[in-house]
């Protein structure tokens, strides 16, 4: 069996916040999968605590459980959900002529473009596992930076960003045909009370 831990990983459009000021579609990594826990179990479609009602630790473990869980659904609308609050899209879909249905159609072609990407690479029954490493805060420059170009731009006090945290998560794709280990850096940011995912963080390991 073939392992390539320094394959480049497959990077598709996305909608989502950006790191300053998210009025563009950015670039993402999506991810075929099944997702495992830190223990080694397996986890599957479900419903997980509201994002935003957990201590920060706990919030950001669910919502990377819900981005993986939207992924191996199928679900663009919750991949959707999870990239921005509505008064964001509200205002992107009214400054990019977009409407709620073609963003949402947006992310189910990364999901199945990701899925038969990973699929050609690791095999049909490919898996993939996770592990989040370390999580560091941003800085209070970043908030505020963030927090000004976004009243800016959205409207005043509309989106508040009141953290903002960088994961370590370590990927790993497996199947019959190979193997491959991606280093992942996410931004997840709350806004509003809620967490949402600024930058999905793919990069090359």
């Not at 998210?22 to 179990?41: K, Y």
């Not at 709620?100 to 898996?127: F, H, L, M, P």
């Amino acid at each position: 069996m073939k392992k390539n831990k320094n394959a480049k990983p497959n990077k598709l459009m996305g909608a989502g916040i950006a790191m300053i000021c998210a009025a563009v579609l950015i670039i993402g990594g999506g991810i075929f999968l099944l997702v495992n826990d830190n223990s080694g179990n397996e986890i599957t479609p479900k419903s997980f605590a509201a994002v935003g009602e957990e201590d920060s630790a706990t919030a950001c473990q669910n919502l990377m459980e819900k981005y993986y869980s939207a992924i191996m659904g199928d679900d663009g609308e919750a991949y959707f959900n999870l990239m921005a609050p509505p008064e964001y899209w509200d205002y992107y879909m009214d400054t990019y002529g977009k409407t709620r249905d073609e963003v949402i159609a947006t992310y189910s072609d990364a999901i199945s473009n990701t899925k038969a990407s990973w699929k050609s690479q690791c095999g049909n029954d490919a898996k993939v596992s996770f592990q989040i490493i370390s999580s560091g805060e941003q800085s209070e420059e970043f908030l505020n930076k963030w927090n000004e170009n976004v009243n800016s731009s959205v409207g005043e006090g509309i989106l508040i960003a009141e953290e903002a945290v960088t994961l370590n998560i370590n990927q790993t794709v497996t199947g019959s045909s190979g193997t491959i280990e991606t280093a992942t850096a996410p931004i997840l940011i709350k806004i509003n009370g809620s967490w949402y995912i600024s930058y999905e963080g793919i990069s090359e390991n």
